[in-house]
């Protein structure tokens, strides 16, 4: 009877130590990943990164808390927030530059990745431009995915050849392609909401100014109160009285729009434009062949300068789920997961290896140029000021809009940048 018991016992035992085990198996692991790739041209490429990622790592689970809204206006907002709230996503999309360095290092919100970097030889395929702009004291703080392109003038090929108008190269002669588009009843330049009206001001002063004079207003060597900016900023009201004036209630995939209908016959805008464009209709796009239903130009003054941004990965400072975070950086750094990733985002690969091949006829000039052009930096994405001293400039930009001061608007500049410049 004793023996029974006793066997019984161990029988008991042996269950439960069985379902302590699977109770202490380590867990398949989970990621939640922040951006605000959620529209026409953004999704489809976020899922083409998913996908290499869901191969690679098919038991972790990932959540995609992308929030709504072109160049992360709304998403930025809510990752601020979750942050001071101590509720970090595990990785998050975050600008190379000063959005990084400036912003998220500044305040010590993310880890260094150093050891990964070297984990996985990236160093040697990571251009040496872009190193520094994510790095601070010799640490490394994001994997970068992508370089996209912000000046980039798109057209509509049909209207511009039935009207007679060719791809202007300087503002004069865009100012003149806008009177004969506009008394075609078509609208010359389409924009949207105010963040596209601040990256036509950043393109408008890149070809006014010329790429070193452009540097060095955020390098701080540049000046902000000189006649040379003045004249940038009328140049830019004059752009101004050319667009659409629904401009502030649409969202930059509106814009696009407005010029593969053929109701407008320019926008300028980043190359994510391409992705949307050319994009499959399924995964929401256009659906159009580039060359053929847009085409594509520097917008004037800026041939021969790629003015440039890089969407990056991060991972937080206390992440909830740093294995998953690394897993996704991995696949955010690997030669798949970028190679599927760019060519539906209308992007370049960030990592110099990629296959040139998979890459559309708008993406091959973006290549070329990329390695040729003089190199300088987007504001509005990122690149060239903190948050700070861009929100003052957006808040200067805003009245501008309502009241074309250039004088109150150029005044506002230079206090911001003396006041908060990098
Ligand atoms: C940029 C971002 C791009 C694209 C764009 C429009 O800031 O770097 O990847 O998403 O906004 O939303």
Redesign the pocket.
């Known amino acids: 009877m004793q023996r029974k018991n006793l066997i019984a016992g161990l029988a008991v035992l042996a269950v439960m130590l069985a379902a302590c085990q699977t109770a202490a198996e380590p867990a398949a692991g989970e990621v939640e990943v922040f951006s ?2 959620t529209g026409g041209g ?1 999704a489809a490429g976020l899922d083409a990164m998913l996908a290499v990622f869901t191969t690679e790592y098919p038991d972790v689970v990932f959540t995609n808390s992308a929030v709504a809204g ?3 206006t709304n998403a930025r907002a809510v990752l601020a927030s979750r942050l001071q709230a101590g509720d970090p996503p595990d990785s998050w999309q975050a ?1 190379a530059g000063q959005e990084i360095i400036g912003t998220y290092v500044a305040a010590g919100q993310i880890e260094s990745l150093n050891s990964l970097f070297e984990d996985e030889g990236w160093i040697a395929v990571m251009p040496d431009t872009l190193i520094p702009l994510i790095s601070k004291d010799g640490e490394i703080y994001s994997v970068p995915v992508n370089i ?1 392109r912000a000046n980039v003038m798109w057209t509509n090929p049909t209207l511009l050849s039935d009207l007679g108008v060719t791809v202007p190269t300087t503002w004069d002669a865009f100012f003149a392609a806008c009177e004969t588009i506009e008394a075609a009843g078509k609208i010359c330049l389409s924009m949207g909401e105010q963040w596209t009206a601040m990256h036509l001001m950043e393109v408008v002063l890149l070809g006014a100014l010329g790429p070193d004079a452009y540097s060095a207003l955020w390098s701080g060597t540049g000046d902000w109160g000189s006649p040379e900016v003045t004249a940038a900023l009328e140049s830019y009201s004059q752009v101004l009285q050319h667009v659409n004036s629904d401009a502030s209630g649409l969202t ?1 995939q509106d814009a696009s729009q407005l010029v593969a209908n053929g109701d407008a016959a320019f926008n300028i805008m ?1 190359d ?1 434009a391409d992705g949307y464009f050319s994009g499959t209709t399924a995964g929401g796009n256009l659906g159009l062949v580039p060359g053929e239903g847009y085409g594509w130009a520097p917008p004037p003054g800026t041939d021969g300068t790629f003015q440039f ?1 890089s ?1 990056s990965f991060t991972l937080a400072k206390n992440a909830p789920d740093p294995e998953g975070a690394m897993d996704w950086l991995r696949v955010a750094g690997s030669k798949a997961g970028q190679e599927a990733f760019n060519p539906v ?1 209308g ?1 370049i690969c960030a990592r110099t290896d990629c296959d040139t091949s998979l890459f559309n006829a708008y993406l091959q000039t973006a290549m070329a140029d990329w390695s040729t052009d003089t190199v300088v930096g987007s504001l ?3 690149v060239t000021a903190n948050d700070t001293w861009k929100n003052e400039i957006n808040t200067a930009l805003g009245l501008f809009l309502t009241n074309s001061d250039v004088a109150a608007f150029q005044a506002a500049l230079v206090t911001a940048a003396g006041t908060y410049g990098n």
């Open positions: 605000w790739w953004e072109g160049a992360g600008h996209h930059w980043g994510w941004l969407d985002k992007s509005t994405h990122g």
